[in-house]
């Protein structure tokens, strides 16, 4: 079955951080940061079934404006030029200086969609806990139904037995815990940090 997998970079990063950084934060923790590979990652979430085969990967985030965090932004425009280069599809979206993303969740909704309109995908993983794109899923099923196709779908999230609030996820979804050794298994060892205005990059 061709399997897309959409991710909500803010959210999965939120989510991880909300289980797993210790507070306060300390330097040096991995869930201080969007430190997940997202090839590995979504490439174990499609492998939980040997009927699916991943056929693309679609990165969804917002970047700050560098005059409101110079560091948040230098680290997503590295980590979107990586992800760009391994052939992933990337939509960069904006931050507002009250920290709230703007065109992200449109921008994958409408990809979705799309997508199944044009019949590109049997599987869609939406790697996100979000449930304002509950609508999109409800739309693509009607979509597939008048197409005579069955799809199915997953949501995917961060999840801890002793620590989550709760175990749902988007609507009309099939919901996939990603459990914290599974994410941890899917660690980026790259570095993305930008280096300091004027000065050396010091150590994570």
């Not at 620590?163 to 996939?176: A, E, F, H, K, Q």
Request: hydrophobic residues 35%; proline residues 6%; glycine residues 8%.
């Amino acid at each position: 079955m061709k399997t897309i997998v959409l991710v909500d970079g803010q959210n999965l990063y939120h989510l991880a951080r909300e289980l797993w950084a210790p507070t306060p934060h300390i330097g040096g923790s991995p869930y201080g940061y969007p430190c997940y590979d997202v090839e590995k990652l979504a490439d174990a979430l499609v492998k939980k079934d040997t009927q699916r085969t991943l056929s693309e990967i679609r990165f969804y985030t917002g970047v700050p404006d560098p005059k409101e965090n110079y560091f948040w932004h230098g680290f997503w425009n590295n980590k979107l030029r990586y992800l760009t280069g391994r052939g992933i599809h990337v939509y960069r979206g904006r931050i507002n200086p009250g920290g709230q993303e703007k065109g992200v969740d449109v921008s994958l909704a409408i990809d979705l969609i799309r997508l199944t309109y044009e019949h590109a995908y049997d599987v869609a993983i939406i790697v996100s806990q979000d449930w304002d794109f509950g609508p999109a899923i409800a739309l693509a099923k009607r979509i597939a139904k008048d197409q005579k196709r069955y799809l199915q779908f997953f949501s995917a999230f961060p999840y801890d037995t002793n620590l989550s609030r709760t175990r749902r996820g988007i609507p009309g979804t099939t919901w996939i815990h990603i459990e914290r050794t599974l994410y941890d298994s899917c660690f980026d060892q790259t570095d993305y940090r930008p280096m300091p205005k004027g000065g050396k990059q010091g150590s994570r």
